[in-house]
């Protein structure tokens, strides 16, 4: 059967500029564009890109802020005005049902910006759990940018200086060319920039504006790849699932201290345990020569052992080389330790490597 997909606000902008359309998570969403994954990687590296994420989930609530607290592994009580935070939606095992951002934008509420392909999952979850206590409200009807870079900074000074005075997971309500945009600075490349939440009547007219800078360029889902793989950033389905605790996917700075203390989030006792006795596997990078190592390749230790599993990897533009990210046993998760990835049967020589592979670039003032 022919899947039924999904188009952003922005399809058509795609199709102009000469995107690739593969599906992804539901949508018709571009890959890359006639510069290529490796030349819109290194453009964003060097200069800004503009990434369509308007797939992903977006929505707000309103009402008792423990009954959506009591989901998370954040203490919202430590968001202030202006600011957001990465959080993680635990199942009951201590699983990572998905990871997302929490912010305060303005005085209504949190906002909240979920995965695309869990975020009916995710919403379902939260109006269910929190029923009676808080209303949560999908906003389907905005787009979401993202504009990443180092020249990102740039651009916007030119187009809302206002937003250049957030810094890293900052947030706030700019006028962008006279429109009413929500917008943070954080990103999913590992560079600065902005996401700007955007009614998805202007997000065409917002993106040509973006892109009609002199700096700016459009980036598909392979570069977008290869970035956030760069960036040691985990994709959800990948590098983390329901099978994951957060303690497994180095996700421990996720879990708030406040709450890591009172144990009342959903799995809180797994997510001890697996502190206490360090003996669950761990998420790590890996470094290696020839061709890159892909998902599902198994790891294995210099005498055969399989000891761990790739969950991403692919060649990475900025360091000249094959890049992965995967699982392995704890004896083996120090950085220089030499192991094996099997590729079709056969075993390339790897070694464990500290993330991220790049430093990240994140404006923090």
């Not at 109006?127 to 990443?148: C, D, F, N, V």
């Not at 995967?326 to 030499?338: I, L, Q, W």
């Amino acid at each position: 059967m022919t899947e039924t997909l999904h188009k952003t606000p922005l399809h058509a902008l795609h199709v102009e500029l000469g995107g690739k359309m593969v599906p992804f998570a539901g949508y018709d969403m571009p890959v890359q564009y006639p510069l290529g994954i490796m030349g819109e990687h290194k453009h964003c590296r060097e200069q800004a890109g503009l990434f369509d994420v308007s797939h992903m989930g977006q929505a707000r609530y309103v009402g008792d802020e423990a009954a959506l607290e009591a989901l998370l592994t954040c203490d919202l009580s430590e968001i202030g005005a202006g600011e957001q935070k990465y959080t993680l939606l635990p199942n009951e095992r201590g699983g990572i049902r998905d990871d997302l951002m929490v912010s305060r934008p303005d005085g209504n509420g949190i906002y909240l910006v979920v995965n695309a392909a869990t975020k009916d999952a995710d919403f379902a979850h939260i109006e269910a759990a929190t029923a009676g206590k808080g209303t949560l409200t999908r906003i389907p009807e905005r787009a979401l940018l993202a504009l990443q870079g180092p020249a990102a900074k740039d651009v916007m000074a030119r187009l809302c200086p206002q937003a250049c005075k957030m810094v890293f997971m900052q947030c706030g309500v700019f006028t962008l060319d006279g429109v009413d945009v929500m917008m943070s600075r954080s990103g999913y490349t590992g560079e600065d920039g902005f996401e700007i939440s955007i009614p998805e009547a202007d997000a065409d007219r917002i993106a040509r504006l973006l892109l009609a800078q002199d700096e700016v360029a459009a980036i598909g889902l392979g570069a977008r790849d290869s970035l956030r793989l760069e960036a040691g950033l985990c994709l959800y389905g990948h590098d983390m699932d329901e099978n994951r605790t957060a303690v497994e996917a180095s996700l421990i700075w996720a879990l708030a201290k406040t709450r890591r203390e009172r144990g009342d989030f959903p799995g809180a006792d797994v997510v001890a345990k697996q502190i206490e006795e360090k003996t669950c596997q761990k998420r790590v990078g890996l470094t290696l020569t020839g061709a890159p190592a892909r998902e599902g390749a198994e790891i294995a230790d210099k005498s055969g052992n399989i000891i761990g599993i790739v969950t991403s990897g692919g060649f990475g533009p900025t360091v000249s080389g094959p890049v992965a990210m995967g699982y392995v046993n704890r004896d083996f998760m120090a950085p220089g330790t030499e192991v094996d990835i099997l590729v079709r049967g056969k075993p390339r020589a790897a070694t464990i490597a500290k993330l991220p592979f790049v430093p990240a670039n994140f404006y923090r003032g």
